[in-house]
């Protein structure tokens, strides 16, 4: 069989996508499943890392056959957690407007845990106001073991559902590790990941990526001074200044303070993702 058989049996976008996706090692063909109508595959963040993400999923007319699909691939693929994200307009919800897979991912084992915003600044919108009180050292330039500390100082106390439940199951340093390599692999410029300082006290960092602020937080002994505003600001117009017309982000809507900052910034409400979880029992 050659190897992109399995992608055939995608309609267009998703058969590029998965295509490009595979060039990039965040795919396979045997990450793909379809049965009858019912499709989907499995997508890793960043090469070499194990699939966290249903990707591409159309469930068909069928939710039984659907959740049935979804069920055979956990098990062939041998996983232990998993998401499945269903982004939609705001105002809208998966069990009325998206409806047959929502209720696939329930029948497979799949609950909604946590609620998205979706979010957007727009080229022509006001540049978010940079106080100035920061100076910025690119994370690429320095030491691995310095990001990786901040990124757990981060993790301490954080209002992010992902981060939560990982620290709590994994622990704090596993899951710096996992994300010093996800944002150390995003599309971005070398200088475009950076780490604040007020004076020479680390305050916090955001990493943006090629069409996204990928990651925004503040150490805990910093939090409650607005740096989150100062952080944003410099990843907004890093990103447009290289051009971009469009920058998105998403925060979870109990992360009330990260939303406001969005807010602040100039972002937008454009929807919410509904992110779903399957964990082995």
């Known amino acids: ?17 998965l295509a490009a996706a595979f060039d990039e090692g965040r795919t396979r063909p045997e990450w793909c499943f379809a049965e009858g109508q019912a499709r989907l595959a499995y997508w890793a963040p960043f090469p070499d890392s194990e699939p966290m993400i249903v990707w591409q999923f159309d469930p068909g007319p069928d939710p039984v056959a659907a959740a049935d699909l979804l069920r055979r691939s956990l098990q062939a693929m041998g996983l232990v957690k998993i998401i499945c994200d269903i982004p939609l307009k705001p105002g809208l919800t998966p069990v009325v407007d998206r409806a047959v897979e929502h209720e696939a991912l329930t029948r497979a084992g799949f609950a909604m845990e946590v609620e998205r915003l979706s979010l957007e600044w727009v080229a022509g919108t006001d ?3 940079d106080p100035g009180r920061l100076t910025y050292r690119p994370a690429r330039r320095m ?10 100082r981060i993790s301490e106390g954080s209002l992010d559902h992902d981060t939560r439940v990982e620290v709590a199951t994994s622990g704090a340093e596993r899951e710096a590790r996992w994300m010093y390599d996800d944002l150390m692999s995003r599309r971005a410029k070398p200088d475009w990941f950076v780490i604040g300082y007020a004076d020479d006290s680390p305050v916090g960092l955001v990493a943006p990526d090629d069409h996204s602020i990928a990651y925004i937080g503040v150490v805990p002994e910093h939090r409650g001074r607005g740096y989150v505003d100062d952080l944003l600001a410099r990843g907004t117009t890093t990103l447009a200044e290289a051009g971009l017309q469009r920058i998105v982000a998403a925060t979870d809507v ?6 406001n900052a969005f807010l602040r910034a100039g972002y937008s409400e454009v929807g919410r993702v509904f992110r779903y979880y399957w964990r082995k029992s």
């Open 254 to 259: 109990a992360n009330t303070p990260t939303a």
């Open 143 to 152: 030491p691995r073991a310095e990001v990786l500390d901040l990124l757990v």
């Open 1 to 17: 069989m050659e190897a992109f058989t399995l992608f055939d049996q995608f309609p267009e976008p998703a058969r590029s996508q």
């Open 127 to 129: 540049m978010p106001p």
